[in-house]
């Protein structure tokens, strides 16, 4: 068969599934585990002209990725004061929930319009640059926390809710940069999970120098009119933007205007039975830039089961983060722990806690660059530590309320340990959402896989941190009972597609 066996020589990334009862793995992902390394050398770094191991510009990388950090400082950095200047402007604590989280119900809204003129989310074509978004952005966050400042001295309560509203159109970049973490014209199938990483250690950044940052704004912060702890985040944050506007505007440079052959791209072909034979290079063959939108009847049942999937963690996630980040400055300063926490110290338990996070996500970082840990096993991993925190802790509370005795059970590390577990749990459970995805479905879905999956992480933003805000009130066994429903249903939802979950490694 010397024609066959050149044939395969020309096209190394031709995928050939054989007609067995044990083929089990779709064909359209390809577990290449180490033996698919040599391209790589010692210190992890792939040859740059293997297509799976492909590379944004670093200067454009590098504004992307710090676009996200300062985004998730500008969310966290008022969580820690929000409920006490709420409360001095006339405000309640449920009040300080929204104001947490009503950014991300704008940003929602603003984002379907801004994909209409980026060319390349709504269609089938990979197509579509990031300059406008992030131009975008960086204007509405700069003028959004100058309008949060503004209030103290206007005494005018519903202007820190107008200024996290413009803010929220800032935030439409968040999308934006998962999209380019995951665009196929950019990166690699193999550097998707890796970038991803690089996302969530900003993640963790915000989380924990956001709230660190504003307590210790609020600690220190002058007793004017314009400048005190209530506004002193909002005033730096604004000048922060400012000068990475400018930045940005400097070095960022834009992805190429048309779609580059992707041979790595995942087939839209379903195997129901075992039979298939596809090459995986005509998968990204390139559209025409008016190509109708994709139709969800496109995508075979198991690809659209691993969309609301992933779709599915990334709003409990993210519902779970937000409840507890915007819940334990409430929660801390109620009667039932004796920890009278002010904002400052508030902020500095929830900075702490992300903080503990750092060494485990770098590790995640590391490992998914040289491909040595499966997605299914990272977001399995996550779940499994983040729900096992939530039983305990509400294990604690139960204890705590069970009389004066058992109040002794709710103590500082107690606490500590469990918001610890949490955040690394779903910090890590978040990694993957996208990356699986963009492996999972064709190249050409990936803007609107992108757009379902924001979507879901900004529904479980706002709902978590109004219903963080509001725990003490409704009861915090029920306050965390709902987070425990919500991660048991996705982890019943990954048990029954796990083999659906398997995906190229880094």
Known sequence: MPFLNLQLQRRPNAAIIRDTDDAQVPTTVTDAGPQNHEHENATGEGDVDDPELKLPKRSSLVVMITANVLLQISFFIIVSSSNEYALHLGGTSTFSGIVIGIP?????????????????????HPSGGYKIPLHISCGASLLG???????????????????????????????????????????????RTTLASWLVIGQGVGMSLGP????????????????????????????VWAVFWVVAGRWYEDAPPEEEEDPTATTSAAVEGGVALQDMSTSTSTAPPNTPSPSLYALT???????????????????????????????????????????????????????????????????ARRGRTQDRVILAFGIILGLAALVVFLGLLSSAGAGAGGRTALSYGAVF?????????????????????????????????????????????????VWGGSGVKVGMRGYVGLQIALAGVGAGMAGGLWRELKTKMG
């Open 104 to 124: 991300t119900v704008f940003s929602g809204l603003a984002l379907l319009p801004l994909a209409r003129y980026d060319r390349g989310t709504l269609t089938l």
């Open 145 to 191: 926390h100058i309008l949060y400042a503004l209030a103290y001295r206007l005494s005018f309560l519903y202007l820190i809710l107008i200024g996290r509203i413009v803010s929220g159109l800032g935030f439409t970049l968040w999308m934006y940069c998962k999209r380019y973490c995951s665009d196929p014209r950019l990166v690699g199938v193999r550097r």
């Open 212 to 239: 660190f940052a504003g307590g210790l704004f609020y600690k220190v912060g002058f007793g004017g009119q314009v400048w005190n702890g209530y506004t002193a985040p909002a005033w730096v944050m604004a000048g």
């Open 301 to 367: 049942p198991a690809q659209l089961s691993v969309l609301l999937c992933m779709c599915w963690f990334a709003l409990t996630s993210f519902f779970i983060l937000g409840a507890w980040e915007a819940n334990l400055p409430v929660f801390g300063a109620s009667p039932l722990p004796p920890f009278h926490w002010t904002p400052f110290a508030a902020g500095n338990f929830i900075a702490l806690g992300g903080l503990t996070t750092f060494p485990f996500l770098v590790l995640n970082l590391l490992l």
């Open 417 to 465: 340990a469990c918001w610890s577990a949490v955040a690394l749990g779903f910090n890590l459970a978040t990694t993957v959402t996208l990356s699986t995805v963009s492996k999972r479905l064709p190249a050409r879905w990936n803007g609107r896989a992108s757009l379902a999956v924001q979507y879901a992480n900004y529904t479980g933003r706002v709902a978590g941190a």
